[in-house]
Protein backbone atom coordinates (compact mmCIF):
# COMPACT_ATOMS: atom_id res chain seq x y z
CA UNK A 1 0.00 0.00 0.00
CA UNK A 2 2.31 2.12 1.43
CA UNK A 3 4.88 1.63 -1.34
CA UNK A 4 1.98 1.82 -4.37
CA UNK A 5 0.93 5.44 -2.81
CA UNK A 6 4.62 6.90 -2.80
CA UNK A 7 4.63 5.72 -6.99
CA UNK A 8 1.22 7.64 -7.06
CA UNK A 9 2.75 10.96 -5.63
CA UNK A 10 6.15 10.21 -7.49
CA UNK A 11 3.56 9.86 -10.84
CA UNK A 12 1.41 13.24 -9.86
CA UNK A 13 4.96 15.26 -8.81
CA UNK A 14 6.41 14.14 -12.50
CA UNK A 15 3.55 15.05 -14.93
CA UNK A 16 2.48 18.19 -12.17
CA UNK A 17 5.31 20.24 -14.10
CA UNK A 18 7.10 19.86 -17.25
CA UNK A 19 9.84 22.39 -17.07
CA UNK A 20 10.65 20.79 -13.52
CA UNK A 21 10.74 17.66 -14.91
CA UNK A 22 15.04 17.68 -14.80
CA UNK A 23 14.62 18.89 -11.32
CA UNK A 24 12.33 17.17 -9.54
CA UNK A 25 13.34 13.64 -11.80
CA UNK A 26 16.32 13.91 -9.36
CA UNK A 27 14.86 15.13 -6.40
CA UNK A 28 12.77 12.36 -5.98
CA UNK A 29 15.65 9.57 -7.22
CA UNK A 30 16.51 8.15 -3.80
CA UNK A 31 20.06 9.76 -4.22
CA UNK A 32 19.55 13.37 -5.46
CA UNK A 33 21.09 15.20 -7.68
CA UNK A 34 24.20 14.39 -9.36
CA UNK A 35 27.46 14.80 -7.33
CA UNK A 36 29.12 18.13 -7.31
CA UNK A 37 31.93 16.30 -9.10
CA UNK A 38 30.23 15.87 -12.47
CA UNK A 39 28.54 19.45 -12.69
CA UNK A 40 30.76 21.83 -14.42
CA UNK A 41 29.45 25.51 -12.77
CA UNK A 42 26.04 26.25 -11.29
CA UNK A 43 23.50 27.62 -14.00
CA UNK A 44 21.80 30.81 -13.31
CA UNK A 45 24.67 32.80 -11.25
CA UNK A 46 26.26 35.41 -12.83
CA UNK A 47 29.44 37.12 -12.22
CA UNK A 48 29.16 40.84 -11.41
CA UNK A 49 32.35 42.51 -12.59
CA UNK A 50 32.71 45.10 -15.16
CA UNK A 51 35.14 43.18 -16.78
CA UNK A 52 33.52 39.34 -16.57
CA UNK A 53 29.85 40.10 -16.71
CA UNK A 54 29.33 36.31 -18.06
CA UNK A 55 30.87 33.99 -15.99
CA UNK A 56 29.04 31.10 -14.29
CA UNK A 57 29.65 30.04 -10.51
CA UNK A 58 31.83 27.17 -10.40
CA UNK A 59 32.01 25.80 -7.28
CA UNK A 60 31.38 22.62 -5.74
CA UNK A 61 31.80 21.47 -2.24
CA UNK A 62 31.32 17.51 -0.65
CA UNK A 63 30.11 19.07 2.71
CA UNK A 64 28.70 22.33 3.17
CA UNK A 65 27.80 23.72 6.85
CA UNK A 66 24.11 26.30 5.91
CA UNK A 67 24.46 28.60 8.93
CA UNK A 68 20.73 29.89 9.96
CA UNK A 69 20.79 33.27 11.13
CA UNK A 70 18.21 32.14 13.84
CA UNK A 71 18.59 32.65 17.56
CA UNK A 72 18.18 29.00 17.80
CA UNK A 73 22.48 29.39 17.55
CA UNK A 74 23.32 31.40 20.55
CA UNK A 75 24.50 28.68 23.11
CA UNK A 76 24.63 26.57 20.21
CA UNK A 77 28.69 26.28 20.75
CA UNK A 78 28.35 24.54 17.08
CA UNK A 79 31.59 26.89 16.09
CA UNK A 80 34.42 24.33 16.17
CA UNK A 81 32.39 22.27 14.20
CA UNK A 82 31.51 24.35 11.57
CA UNK A 83 34.95 25.84 10.85
CA UNK A 84 36.00 22.26 10.01
CA UNK A 85 33.44 21.65 7.26
CA UNK A 86 34.68 22.34 3.95
CA UNK A 87 32.25 25.23 2.92
CA UNK A 88 30.29 27.20 5.31
CA UNK A 89 27.21 29.39 3.97
CA UNK A 90 25.64 32.18 5.65
CA UNK A 91 22.65 34.72 4.83
CA UNK A 92 22.63 38.26 4.34
CA UNK A 93 24.64 40.33 6.89
CA UNK A 94 24.72 37.60 10.13
CA UNK A 95 28.08 38.40 11.71
CA UNK A 96 30.83 35.95 13.23
CA UNK A 97 32.70 38.15 14.91
CA UNK A 98 31.90 37.81 19.00
CA UNK A 99 29.64 34.52 17.49
CA UNK A 100 32.32 32.36 16.46
CA UNK A 101 31.84 30.15 19.55
CA UNK A 102 27.97 29.22 18.24
CA UNK A 103 28.26 30.32 14.56
CA UNK A 104 31.68 29.52 13.66
CA UNK A 105 34.45 32.44 11.91
CA UNK A 106 34.92 31.01 8.12
CA UNK A 107 32.77 32.04 5.14
CA UNK A 108 32.78 30.74 1.79
CA UNK A 109 29.84 31.60 0.60
CA UNK A 110 27.54 34.70 1.97
CA UNK A 111 23.37 34.68 0.15
CA UNK A 112 22.19 38.28 0.33
CA UNK A 113 18.73 39.48 0.02
CA UNK A 114 18.71 42.63 -1.79
CA UNK A 115 17.23 44.38 1.09
CA UNK A 116 20.19 43.32 2.82
CA UNK A 117 22.62 44.94 0.29
CA UNK A 118 22.69 48.53 1.65
CA UNK A 119 23.91 47.04 5.18
CA UNK A 120 26.96 45.56 3.29
CA UNK A 121 27.45 48.57 1.88
CA UNK A 122 27.75 50.51 4.53
CA UNK A 123 30.33 48.72 6.36
CA UNK A 124 32.37 47.81 3.07
CA UNK A 125 35.27 47.47 4.36
CA UNK A 126 34.26 44.91 5.91
CA UNK A 127 32.36 42.68 3.73
CA UNK A 128 34.52 43.25 0.90
CA UNK A 129 38.08 43.73 1.93
CA UNK A 130 38.77 41.92 4.79
CA UNK A 131 36.43 38.94 3.47
CA UNK A 132 37.94 38.69 0.17
CA UNK A 133 37.74 35.21 -0.09
CA UNK A 134 34.08 34.69 0.41
CA UNK A 135 31.97 34.54 -2.92
CA UNK A 136 28.99 36.76 -2.28
CA UNK A 137 25.60 35.52 -4.11
CA UNK A 138 22.52 38.57 -4.22
CA UNK A 139 19.37 37.69 -5.00
CA UNK A 140 16.19 40.48 -5.70
CA UNK A 141 13.40 41.20 -8.01
CA UNK A 142 14.25 41.87 -11.49
CA UNK A 143 13.23 46.05 -10.89
CA UNK A 144 16.18 46.28 -8.29
CA UNK A 145 18.66 43.88 -9.91
CA UNK A 146 18.18 44.78 -13.93
CA UNK A 147 21.23 45.02 -15.54
CA UNK A 148 20.90 48.17 -17.71
CA UNK A 149 21.26 51.18 -15.85
CA UNK A 150 17.78 51.08 -13.85
CA UNK A 151 18.61 48.77 -11.50
CA UNK A 152 19.71 50.58 -8.33
CA UNK A 153 20.64 47.83 -6.27
CA UNK A 154 22.81 46.09 -9.20
CA UNK A 155 24.36 49.52 -10.02
CA UNK A 156 25.72 49.61 -6.07
CA UNK A 157 27.23 46.08 -6.22
CA UNK A 158 28.77 46.78 -9.84
CA UNK A 159 30.38 49.72 -7.89
CA UNK A 160 31.63 47.63 -5.13
CA UNK A 161 32.82 45.25 -7.60
CA UNK A 162 34.59 48.35 -9.67
CA UNK A 163 36.54 49.33 -6.41
CA UNK A 164 36.76 45.89 -4.84
CA UNK A 165 37.90 43.53 -8.11
CA UNK A 166 38.91 40.66 -6.27
CA UNK A 167 35.76 39.82 -4.61
CA UNK A 168 33.87 37.66 -6.56
CA UNK A 169 30.21 38.51 -6.48
CA UNK A 170 27.53 36.51 -8.58
CA UNK A 171 24.01 37.37 -8.78
CA UNK A 172 21.05 35.21 -9.16
CA UNK A 173 19.79 35.36 -13.05
CA UNK A 174 16.13 36.33 -13.90
CA UNK A 175 15.64 32.63 -14.87
CA UNK A 176 17.08 31.22 -11.77
CA UNK A 177 14.51 33.34 -9.71
CA UNK A 178 11.36 32.39 -11.63
CA UNK A 179 12.85 29.01 -11.53
CA UNK A 180 12.67 29.25 -7.86
CA UNK A 181 9.68 30.51 -7.73
CA UNK A 182 8.21 27.18 -9.92
CA UNK A 183 9.60 25.02 -7.17
CA UNK A 184 8.04 26.70 -4.33
CA UNK A 185 4.28 26.34 -6.66
CA UNK A 186 5.32 22.79 -7.70
CA UNK A 187 6.40 21.70 -3.82
CA UNK A 188 3.04 23.84 -2.44
CA UNK A 189 0.34 23.89 -5.64
CA UNK A 190 0.31 27.80 -4.43
CA UNK A 191 1.53 30.53 -6.58
CA UNK A 192 4.03 32.58 -4.79
CA UNK A 193 2.65 35.78 -5.88
CA UNK A 194 -0.90 35.04 -6.24
CA UNK A 195 -0.44 34.14 -2.21
CA UNK A 196 1.39 37.68 -1.98
CA UNK A 197 4.26 36.10 -0.46
CA UNK A 198 8.15 36.20 -1.03
CA UNK A 199 10.87 33.24 -1.38
CA UNK A 200 13.41 33.93 1.77
CA UNK A 201 16.97 34.38 1.57
CA UNK A 202 16.98 30.74 2.95
CA UNK A 203 14.80 29.23 0.11
CA UNK A 204 17.59 30.06 -2.61
CA UNK A 205 20.09 29.24 0.20
CA UNK A 206 18.66 25.62 0.26
CA UNK A 207 18.69 25.66 -3.62
CA UNK A 208 22.35 26.93 -3.80
CA UNK A 209 23.39 24.31 -0.75
CA UNK A 210 21.39 21.23 -2.97
CA UNK A 211 23.17 22.39 -5.99
CA UNK A 212 26.50 23.03 -4.88
CA UNK A 213 27.35 20.55 -2.04
CA UNK A 214 27.29 16.51 -2.08
CA UNK A 215 26.57 16.72 1.76
CA UNK A 216 24.76 19.92 3.65
CA UNK A 217 24.60 20.32 7.51
CA UNK A 218 22.28 23.00 8.44
CA UNK A 219 22.24 24.67 11.63
CA UNK A 220 19.60 26.26 13.75
CA UNK A 221 17.07 25.93 11.34
CA UNK A 222 13.68 24.88 12.95
CA UNK A 223 11.09 22.38 11.48
CA UNK A 224 7.76 22.98 10.51
CA UNK A 225 5.72 22.60 13.50
CA UNK A 226 8.64 23.79 15.68
CA UNK A 227 6.51 26.82 17.01
CA UNK A 228 3.33 24.38 17.91
CA UNK A 229 5.22 22.32 20.05
CA UNK A 230 4.12 23.41 23.70
CA UNK A 231 7.85 23.16 24.78
CA UNK A 232 9.76 25.03 22.34
CA UNK A 233 12.11 27.55 23.19
CA UNK A 234 12.09 30.91 22.67
CA UNK A 235 14.42 32.91 20.40
CA UNK A 236 15.41 35.84 18.63
CA UNK A 237 14.44 35.50 15.21
CA UNK A 238 17.93 36.56 14.29
CA UNK A 239 21.27 35.66 16.48
CA UNK A 240 22.89 39.36 16.31
CA UNK A 241 19.48 41.50 17.35
CA UNK A 242 18.60 40.26 21.03
CA UNK A 243 15.63 42.84 21.36
CA UNK A 244 13.65 42.32 18.19
CA UNK A 245 10.49 39.81 17.75
CA UNK A 246 11.02 36.31 18.88
CA UNK A 247 11.47 33.62 15.94
CA UNK A 248 8.10 31.65 16.48
CA UNK A 249 5.95 35.56 16.45
CA UNK A 250 7.93 36.40 13.64
CA UNK A 251 7.47 33.44 11.90
CA UNK A 252 3.40 33.18 12.69
CA UNK A 253 3.10 37.18 11.32
CA UNK A 254 4.78 36.05 8.25
CA UNK A 255 3.27 32.80 7.45
CA UNK A 256 -0.35 34.61 7.58
CA UNK A 257 0.21 38.02 6.46
CA UNK A 258 -1.65 39.09 3.26
CA UNK A 259 1.22 40.71 1.06
CA UNK A 260 4.75 40.84 1.34
CA UNK A 261 5.27 37.84 4.04
CA UNK A 262 7.42 35.17 3.72
CA UNK A 263 6.24 31.43 4.37
CA UNK A 264 8.76 30.24 6.29
CA UNK A 265 6.86 27.64 8.10
CA UNK A 266 5.78 26.32 4.47
CA UNK A 267 8.96 26.94 3.29
CA UNK A 268 10.28 24.54 5.99
CA UNK A 269 7.93 22.01 5.35
CA UNK A 270 9.65 21.64 1.61
CA UNK A 271 13.26 21.38 2.82
CA UNK A 272 11.61 18.47 5.14
CA UNK A 273 10.75 16.53 2.08
CA UNK A 274 14.09 17.39 0.21
CA UNK A 275 15.63 15.98 2.95
CA UNK A 276 14.56 12.52 2.51
CA UNK A 277 16.07 12.31 -0.92
CA UNK A 278 19.26 14.50 -0.35
CA UNK A 279 21.81 14.23 2.28
CA UNK A 280 20.76 17.06 4.51
CA UNK A 281 20.52 16.84 8.34
CA UNK A 282 19.21 19.52 10.93
CA UNK A 283 21.28 20.46 14.09
CA UNK A 284 20.86 22.63 17.13
CA UNK A 285 17.50 22.01 17.02
CA UNK A 286 17.79 18.21 15.33
CA UNK A 287 14.98 17.25 12.98
CA UNK A 288 13.03 13.76 13.32
CA UNK A 289 12.49 13.37 9.78
Avoid at 151 to 179: C, P, Q, W
Amino acid sequence: GFQSMQMLRWLCLLTLSLPLLFWVGHVITRDGPPPAARRKGLRGYTRISPGRMGQILDMNCSQCALVSSSGQMLGAGAGKEIDKIDCVIRMNNAPTEGFEKDVGSRTSVRVVSHTSVPLLVKNEQYYFQQSADTTYVFWGPERNMRQDGKGHIFNALLKMAKKYSNVRMYAVTKDKIEYCDGVFQNETGKNRMKTGAFLSTGFFTMILAIEMCDRIHVYGMIDDSYCSRANHSVVPYHYYEQNRINECKMYKVHEHSQRGGHRFITEKAIYAKWATHHRIEFKHPAWSL
